[in-house]
């Protein structure tokens, strides 16, 4: 007990380290985090999906018949690839470029360029990015396209701030990503998607980050569009983390992690902010499955301004995991040798107790035994004394008669000789009906005195004989002489001297009947009369 004691403490200073980290995280995160786990694993069957999409689309293209129509698929792919495969992105926006000739439309042509300004910053470009920017005349688009030119603008800028090496590089860029959210503000419809989360953004950049929540909570708790739902959670995650609160935070980033997988993006952030809050907190094999997963489609997409920020952090958790793996090792090398150790103890334990229940086994079998040969000497005992008190009382009964009949006997000699009826006297007195008579009655009383203790003698009897040399008493006859010779033998009379002087016969008289009614046995002879020794 006190090894095994040992043994199941050793488990939890183990398992320890993982059930604090779940006593400090809210039920909801644990059960989110759970699905953000099969999410990651699922990866593959989003895949599928976006990939039968995007052939449909494909197919689609194939059918169209103007340059309109293969223009407005071409969009239809650039928006189902951006964020997902940059490299078939940019082959769509030289499709369209090809049809700008074509089709002669200024705001088309835009379309174009801020379509590649958008591939250009998540591939990580910036600089071309920007020229191309610098192309597009400002103050001159119609309002969609002045539209996109200040989120182009707003996001180019951001990402900048977010590479910037310098203090001063940063908050300079930083002013300028405010300037333009602040005109893609008065540009925007207010209620919108768009100026919702524009307008969160705004806020939390100047410290107002319970407004923005008020702002955006209701709305995101309330959401079921998948891709809203990647921007709202992660700029409310954004007002949690500079209010400092890390459980809402996590809540949010969790759920855009969550959605950016089941919209099958590959270029994303929530999952990356995730890891390294994680990593903070010890979940260092979740760290590195995330991590790892955010790594693989940051390549995937060719976003290499994520890749970058993830390389950045990668090794140190890839190091935190290696060492907590080889602890691990060490760990399952300890278990297993603590196991074997009581494996071979038990194996050990069992096999005494083996041998022990074996002789249990056979000590209980010979008490077993015993108590059956105890049992057959008390019924044995029982029936001995059952028989003797049957007889004794018989034996009893019988001499008394013969004292009445002998002195009756005696009478009536006495009476001839007194009367010197010498004749008659010597008649009576060389007479055997007397003893005929007796022998007749004593047999008789034998007969009913036996079948009264063993009252079924003669079918269980005739039971051990074959069918056609059964033997069955006269009418008139409780039993014949065969059958009063085995009665004997029941009684435990064997010996055939002393059965031939009860019943008047030879010793071969007695020998030959035993031998005859054997041989008439059903089963093994020699059994036979041990058979009938148990007849009851």
Do not use: W
Not at 43 to 48: A, S
Request: charged share 30%.
């Amino acid at each position: 007990m006190k090894k095994i004691f040992c043994f199941v403490m050793f488990i939890i200073t183990v398992c320890g380290p993982a059930n604090a980290l779940h006593a400090k995280m809210s039920q909801d995160n644990i059960r989110l985090l759970k699905q953000l786990d099969n999410a990651v694993k699922n990866r593959g069957k989003y895949r599928e999906e976006k990939e039968h999409q995007i052939s449909v689309l494909k197919n689609k293209l194939r059918q169209a018949a103007t340059d309109e129509d293969r223009f407005e698929i071409y969009s239809q792919l650039y928006d189902a690839c951006l964020a997902y495969q940059t490299d078939s992105v940019l082959q769509y926006i030289a499709e369209k470029t090809a049809l700008l000739p074509a089709l002669a439309d200024e705001n088309r042509r835009y379309d174009v360029e801020f379509s590649r300004i958008s591939v250009m910053i998540i591939i990580g470009m910036f600089k071309e990015a920007f020229d191309i920017m610098e192309q597009i005349p400002a103050g001159k688009l119609s309002g969609k396209m002045e539209e996109r030119r200040l989120l182009c603008c707003r996001t180019l800028y951001g990402h900048m701030a977010d590479h910037a090496v310098t203090k001063q590089e940063k908050d300079l860029y930083l002013k300028y990503t405010d300037n333009y959210r602040d005109s893609l503000l008065a540009m925007l419809p207010p209620g919108g998607s768009d100026y919702l989360i524009t307008k969160a953004d705004q806020l939390n950049m100047h410290g107002q980050y319970d407004e923005a929540i008020y702002l955006l909570k209701d709305v995101t708790d309330t959401c079921t569009d998948i891709e809203r739902m990647r921007f709202f959670a992660y700029t409310l995650s954004e007002s949690y983390r500079q209010k400092g609160d890390t459980e809402n935070r996590k809540h949010y980033l969790i759920l855009s992690a969550i959605a950016d997988l089941q919209y099958v993006v590959k270029e994303y952030i929530s999952l990356r902010e995730l890891t390294s809050m994680l990593y903070e907190e010890g979940d260092i094999d979740r760290a590195y499955d995330y991590m790892k997963c955010s790594l693989e489609d940051a390549i995937f997409c060719n976003a290499r301004s994520r890749a970058i920020e993830i390389a950045e952090i990668f090794p140190v958790i890839d190091k935190a995991y290696q060492i907590k793996s080889e602890r691990k090792q060490r760990i399952i090398y300890t278990l297993f040798c603590a196991i074997s150790i009581l494996a071979s103890c038990l194996i050990v334990t069992v096999i005494y107790i083996y041998r022990q229940i074996k002789k249990l086994a056979a000590a209980r079998k010979a008490i077993s035994d015993t108590n059956k040969q105890l049992q057959g000497l008390n019924l044995t005992l029982t029936e001995t004394n059952i028989i003797k008190e049957k007889y004794i009382a018989q034996y009893i009964n019988r001499c008394s008669v013969y004292i009445d009949k002998m002195d009756a006997y005696r009478k009536s000699l006495a009476k001839l000789a007194s009367k010197s009826k010498l004749e008659e006297l010597f008649k009576a007195i060389k007479s055997e009906n007397l003893i005929d008579t007796e022998r007749t009655e004593f047999y008789k009383e034998f007969d009913d005195t036996f079948l009264g203790i063993f009252p079924g003698f003669v079918k269980s009897f005739n039971e051990l004989l074959n069918e056609k040399d059964r033997i069955y008493p006269k009418k008139g006859e409780h039993l014949n002489a065969e059958l009063r010779i085995f009665a004997l033998i029941r009684l435990g009379i064997t010996d055939s001297t002393h059965i031939a002087e009860f019943l008047q016969y030879s010793v071969t008289t007695i020998y030959n009947y035993r031998s005859k009614i054997r041989n008439k046995a059903a089963g093994d002879k020699n059994e036979f009369e041990s058979k009938v020794m148990m007849i009851k």
